[in-house]
């Protein structure tokens, strides 16, 4: 029976094996809190060390005494924090009154600081302490889920040799078999030959394998500022799980503002991550959480703030319930990027229903299930074989007018579709009704409740209106290591080429080519605003950024084209095909240094991400807010690590002054009605008016705005 003994224990030696190894994620995390922990600490006392004591001066009751302080080895904020109130007072001049009130200020200051400090990655200062912690990231990002899936293959090992071991070792004694009844020797034997069973189960010598690896051959993790870079968003997502919440106004803005009703509705809510690969921010997972309680929706976060991975949460919640067939409706130019948003979020199947083998594609998902990824024109020409367990529809806003034949296509796939989530960071641009039409997509019952008295009652009415449908957040509210954004204005002077050329094209009445004006010399001595755009992209070559260029027009970026210096990818047009569209971001992405990707603003501006790039030039304002905003958005979003420069360029004295005007109006309509999930303020507007009268002004307005301002015969 000595050979019982010996299987036994190699069994236990593969046990003891296995939870050495489900135990190191553990082991890393703790490593990793302890790293933050002590780098937090760091930097709050760096940012105290930089404040005199005497900066305390003016939140010190009357009458309190610094005495010998700024005089002595006690010099800033941080050095009163970390002695008592006794040692203040043993300095010349302070007291213990005054050393008790001063050294209170002290630590009220040092809260404030570490309350406001975030920790978040420098990839520009790359400290040794910064790297140890994403160096340990990156190592769990790796190993966890290789563990996570043997967890249960080691569990169910220890529940098989725990349930034969007594017998078992009775049969390795022999004193103990000597004294055992017939049965009890019968059950020892039968323990053991089932022991040797597990030990030559095919299962277990490459589980083994897996574990030794495991346990003895960790990561290498060569170059983690790279890979950081390279997929900053997913290595944000993780490190939120060890950095604070924050503050309840921060927990509220993640759950966009919301009543307490729904929030503990979502929150009862389990999501199943078994089909998703990439971890989810807490409000991630609560977007999906709601989108689940809520069957038929709209996620209306900011963009940047990873509207795909959550709805793409929902379908992979959904498959592990055997709801498998999920549809994804979007603009050409953005299929691409659901493909492979798919693959690396998910182990769901992702076919693409849009071009030569759209027919097929359809077919297989009908069978097999999957992610089906279409586009608004396909959905018109095809039939959707199967009702969808859920259907996706992203840039929403396309479907803002219900008369549209596209908005006829996506309806019908709705009203079939057992959830919908409808995703748009633009619920509303020109006019507040289409908010309503939207509404009206998901649940009918809302839309149909909100009337002009909402806003009337005030904000809790309207916000209470649409919360069934609606969930908003903003990247400033739960992004907190989103580098800043800087927009500038940069407004040129016309010369006597640009300025000749507006001058025509105002007098012929060509709204098109008063905006494209500025470019039409195609020189930058004879364009203003090309000489400045060229300044711009040499300015971040000499700092080694990348840069966007985007223009409305294909004739003003081929203008731009050929004046730049450098590498420059593109144009990216409405004609880029969406394989060719993808191939050209990530050259773009990968190639080293300084480069500058053209796009028409249509074609590139929307569903793309580009975040190799911080810094975004429009080359002319857009007709709608929206547009600028969602360009802007490719760079400075989830996984952008460098601060974001936007360069608007604009002509004095001509059609960009009454452009800019107007989408300013534009941008506080939707911030009054949409940017939140609850309108902000009481007004009548909140449901019908966008405009005075409810009219908008046309391009044909700014034309004649424009003949009369020049005196070229306009009325």
Same mark, same amino acid.
């Given at each position: 029976?000595?050979?019982?003994?010996?299987?036994?224990?190699?069994?236990?030696?593969?046990?003891?094996?296995?939870?050495?190894?489900?135990?190191? %994620?553990?082991?890393?995390?703790?490593?990793?809190?302890?790293?933050?922990?002590?780098?937090?600490?760091?930097?709050?006392?760096?940012?105290?060390?930089?404040?005199?004591?005497? !900066?305390?001066?003016?939140?010190?009751?009357?009458?309190?005494?610094?005495?010998?302080?700024?005089?002595?080895?006690?010099?800033?904020?941080?050095?009163?924090?970390?002695?008592?109130?006794?040692?203040?007072?043993?300095?010349?001049?302070?007291?213990?009154?005054?050393?008790?009130?001063?050294?209170?200020?002290?630590?009220?200051?040092?809260?404030?600081?570490?309350?406001?400090?975030?920790?978040?990655?420098?990839?520009?200062?790359?400290?040794?302490?910064?790297?140890?912690?994403?160096?340990?990231?990156?190592?769990?990002?790796?190993?966890?889920?290789?563990?996570?899936?043997?967890?249960?293959?080691?569990?169910?090992?220890?529940?098989?040799?725990?349930?034969?071991?007594?017998?078992?070792?009775?049969?390795?004694?022999?004193?103990?078999?000597?004294?055992?009844?017939?049965?009890?020797? @019968? @059950?020892?034997?039968?323990?053991?030959?089932?022991?040797?069973?597990?030990?030559?189960?095919?299962?277990?010598?490459?589980?083994?394998?897996?574990?030794?690896?495991?346990?003895?051959? %960790? %990561?290498?993790?060569?170059?983690?500022?790279?890979?950081?870079?390279?997929?900053?968003?997913?290595?944000?997502?993780?490190?939120?799980?060890?950095?604070?919440?924050?503050?309840?106004?921060?927990?509220?803005?993640?759950?966009?503002?919301?009543?307490?009703?729904?929030?503990?509705?979502?929150?009862?809510?389990?999501?199943?991550?078994?089909?998703?690969?990439?971890?989810?921010?807490?409000?991630?997972?609560?977007?999906?959480?709601?989108?689940?309680?809520?069957?038929?929706?709209?996620?209306?976060?900011?963009?940047?703030?990873?509207?795909?991975?959550?709805?793409?949460?929902?379908?992979?919640?959904?498959?592990?319930?055997?709801?498998?067939?999920?549809?994804?409706?979007?603009?050409?130019?953005?299929?691409?990027?659901?493909?492979?948003?798919?693959?690396?979020?998910?182990?769901?199947? !992702?076919?693409?229903?849009?071009?030569?083998?759209?027919?097929?594609?359809?077919?297989?998902?009908?069978?097999?299930?999957?992610?089906?990824?279409?586009?608004?024109?396909?959905?018109?020409?095809?039939?959707?074989?199967?009702?969808? +367990?859920?259907t996706i529809v992203d840039e929403a806003h396309y479907i803002k007018n219900p008369a549209a034949q596209r908005t006829s296509a996506v309806r019908a796939v709705l009203d079939s579709s057992e959830r919908a989530v409808l995703l748009t960071g633009t619920p509303m641009e020109n006019r507040v009704d289409e908010f309503r039409n939207l509404v009206g997509y998901v649940q009918p019952a809302v839309a149909h409740r909100l009337h002009v008295?909402?806003?009337?009652?005030?904000?809790?009415?309207?916000?209470?209106?649409? @919360?069934?449908a609606y969930l908003r957040r903003n990247q400033v509210d739960v992004l907190d290591e989103l580098p800043e954004l800087i927009e500038v204005e940069d407004w040129v002077l016309f010369g006597d080429q640009d300025s000749g050329t507006y001058r025509q094209a105002v007098a012929g009445g060509n709204f098109m080519a008063m905006r494209q004006a500025a470019y039409s010399p195609a020189t930058r001595a004879g364009s203003a605003k090309l000489?400045?755009?060229?300044?711009?992209?040499?300015?971040?070559?000499?700092?080694?950024?990348?840069?966007?260029?985007?223009?409305?027009? &294909?004739?003003?970026?081929?203008?731009?084209?050929?004046?730049?210096?450098?590498?420059?990818?593109?144009?990216?047009?409405?004609?880029?095909?969406?394989?060719?569209?993808?191939?050209?971001?990530?050259?773009?992405?990968?190639?080293? +240094?300084?480069?500058?990707?053209?796009?028409?603003?249509?074609?590139?501006?929307?569903?793309?991400?580009?975040?190799?790039?911080?810094?975004?030039?429009?080359?002319?304002?857009?007709?709608?807010?929206?547009?600028?905003?969602?360009?802007?958005?490719?760079?400075?979003?989830?996984?952008?690590?460098?601060?974001?420069?936007?360069?608007?360029?604009?002509?004095?004295?001509?059609?960009?002054?009454?452009?800019?005007?107007?989408?300013?109006?534009?941008?506080?309509?939707?911030?009054?009605?949409?940017? &939140?999930?609850?309108?902000?303020?009481?007004?009548?507007?909140?449901?019908?008016?966008?405009?005075?009268?409810?009219?908008?002004?046309?391009?044909?307005?700014?034309?004649?705005?424009?003949?009369?301002?020049?005196?070229?015969?306009?009325?």
């Open positions: 029976m000595a050979k019982s003994n010996e299987t036994l224990q190699f069994l236990d030696a593969v046990l003891a094996l296995g939870r050495h190894v489900l135990g190191i %994620p553990a082991n890393i995390r703790a490593s990793i809190a302890t790293g933050i922990a002590a780098e937090m600490n760091t930097r709050v006392e760096r940012q105290l060390r930089e404040m005199p004591v005497d !900066s305390l001066r003016g939140a010190l009751p009357k009458g309190t005494r610094l005495g010998g302080l700024t005089g002595s080895s006690l010099r800033t904020v941080a050095d009163i924090a970390r002695v008592s109130p006794q040692t203040l007072a043993a300095v010349p001049g302070v007291g213990q009154r005054s050393a008790a009130a001063i050294h209170a200020e002290a630590l009220a200051q040092q809260h404030r600081v570490r309350a406001e400090t975030r920790f978040r990655f420098d990839a520009d200062t790359r400290t040794p302490a910064d790297t140890a912690i994403l160096t340990s990231l990156l190592t769990l990002r790796r190993v966890e889920p290789a563990i996570e899936r043997l967890r249960m293959s080691v569990a169910t090992l220890e529940d098989q040799v725990e349930t034969f071991r007594p017998d078992c070792t009775r049969a390795g004694s022999r004193l103990a078999m000597f004294f055992s009844g017939s049965a009890k020797r @019968a @059950a020892a034997l039968t323990a053991v030959e089932r022991i040797r069973a597990i030990a030559m189960d095919p299962r277990i010598a490459p589980l083994q394998a897996e574990l030794t690896a495991l346990a003895y051959s %960790p %990561p290498v993790i060569t170059d983690p500022w790279l890979e950081y870079e390279r997929d900053a968003a997913a290595i944000n997502a993780l490190l939120s799980q060890f950095v604070a919440v924050g503050s309840p106004e921060d927990e509220q803005a993640a759950h966009g503002d919301l009543t307490r009703e729904f929030v503990d509705e979502a929150d009862r809510i389990v999501l199943d991550r078994t089909h998703l690969r990439s971890f989810l921010r807490g409000y991630q997972a609560f977007g999906a959480q709601y989108l689940l309680t809520r069957g038929k929706a709209i996620l209306g976060d900011e963009m940047g703030l990873g509207k795909t991975v959550q709805a793409l949460a929902v379908a992979a919640h959904l498959a592990a319930e055997g709801k498998r067939h999920a549809l994804v409706v979007c603009p050409a130019s953005v299929v691409s990027n659901w493909i492979n948003e798919t693959a690396k979020h998910t182990d769901l199947k !992702s076919w693409q229903v849009h071009g030569t083998d759209r027919w097929t594609n359809l077919q297989r998902w009908a069978e097999r299930g999957g992610v089906a990824v279409t586009t608004y024109d396909t959905l018109k020409t095809v039939k959707v074989p199967v009702a969808p +367990g859920l008295r909402d806003g009337l009652a005030g904000a809790t009415s309207f916000r209470k209106a649409v @919360a069934p000489n400045r755009l060229v300044e711009i992209v040499e300015e971040a070559e000499d700092g080694g950024a990348k840069v966007l260029v985007f223009s409305y027009f &294909r004739g003003v970026l081929d203008t731009i084209h050929g004046a730049l210096p450098g590498k420059v990818f593109g144009p990216l047009t409405g004609s880029t095909g969406t394989a060719n569209r993808q191939r050209i971001i990530d050259e773009f992405t990968a190639h080293p +240094g300084s480069a500058v990707l053209l796009a028409q603003i249509e074609a590139g501006g929307v569903g793309l991400n580009i975040q190799a790039a911080s810094v975004v030039i429009l080359a002319e304002p857009q007709w709608k807010p929206s547009t600028e905003a969602q360009a802007i958005a490719r760079a400075h979003r989830m996984g952008q690590i460098r601060t974001v420069q936007v360069h608007r360029l604009l002509a004095k004295g001509s059609v960009d002054e009454l452009m800019r005007s107007v989408l300013a109006k534009k941008s506080d309509l939707f911030d009054e009605y949409a940017r &939140r999930s609850e309108a902000k303020e009481s007004d009548v507007a909140a449901i019908d008016a966008a405009w005075d009268g409810g009219v908008a002004p046309t391009e044909q307005d700014f034309v004649r705005a424009e003949q009369r301002r020049l005196g070229l015969g306009g009325k």
